[in-house]
T-cell receptor, first 112, second 113 residues
Framework: GEDVEQSLFLSVREGDSSVINCTYT??????LYWYKQEPGAGLQLLTY?????DMKQDQRLTVLLNKKDKHLSLRIADTQTGDSAIYFC????????????FGTGTKLQVIP | KAGVTQTPRYLIKTRGQQVTLSCSPI?????VSWYQQTPGQGLQFLFE???????NKGNFPGRFSGRQFSNSRSEMNVSTLELGDSALYLC????????????FGQGTRLTVV
């Protein structure tokens, strides 16, 4: 079955790098996503990675995927106060339908 | 390109009432999924529609239902509202039923009193 786990909270200083980790259980996952949610807002897709990739970089964001360990991470370089939000890791599995399973979310607090 | 639009943004309903939420997907997207977000349960999948057909359903009671129209717009309905139905309801659209990017709307915040 699908289960996605994340740590609940991360605090970093402005300018430092943030690394948010996620583990998932379904080895048939095809897409793995990172979403950002700011207070009172919906979900913003930050980036995603295909399961046959190891790494994806997009400006300040770097996604690393260890498929053997079913571990996904999101690194945010030069973290800014505007990055303070809840970050959700999510996976989708094949099956001909769009169903995304989300982690519990990691609240990132950036200290000025 | 306009994003996913959900209406209304906020709703207050009384226990026992029913409610209908609307979602307009991104133009050209044919798959619409619905999620419920609560502090206790996190984000949970409700159902997914493609070409007016429900393709998958999460573990929610039959009080939760949905439909999709020929223009891909979708509605979800919750009947006999309970206090525990208070949540942020999010809709996501994607271009096919395959595993592609899901784009989310801002959500509808439902409060049941």
């Amino acid at each position: 079955g699908e289960d996605v786990e994340q740590s609940l909270f991360l605090s970093v200083r402005e300018g430092d790098s943030s690394v948010i980790n996620c583990t998932y259980t379904d080895s048939s996952s095809t897409y793995l996503y990172w979403y950002k949610q700011e207070p009172g807002a919906g979900l913003q897709l930050l980036t995603y990675i295909f399961s046959n990739m190891d790494m994806k970089q997009d400006q300040r964001l770097t996604v690393l995927l260890n498929k053997k360990d079913k571990h996904l991470s999101l690194r945010i370089a030069d973290t800014q106060t505007g990055d303070s939000a809840i970050y959700f890791c999510a996976e989708s599995v094949p099956g001909g339908y769009q169903k995304v399973t989300f982690g519990t979310g990691t609240k990132l607090q950036v200290i000025p | 390109k306009a994003g996913v639009t959900q209406t209304p943004r906020y709703l207050i309903k009384t226990r026992g009432q029913q409610v209908t939420l609307s979602c307009s997907p991104i133009s050209g997207h044919r798959s619409v999924s619905w999620y419920q977000q609560t502090p206790g349960q996190g984000l949970q999948f409700l159902f997914e529609y493609f070409s007016e057909t429900q393709r998958n359903k999460g573990n929610f009671p039959g009080r939760f239902s949905g439909r999709q129209f020929s223009n891909s717009r979708s509605e979800m309905n919750v009947s006999t509202l309970e206090l525990g139905d208070s949540a942020l309801y999010l809709c996501a659209s994607s271009s096919t039923t395959g595993n592609t990017e899901a784009f989310f709307g801002q959500g509808t915040r439902l409060t049941v009193v």
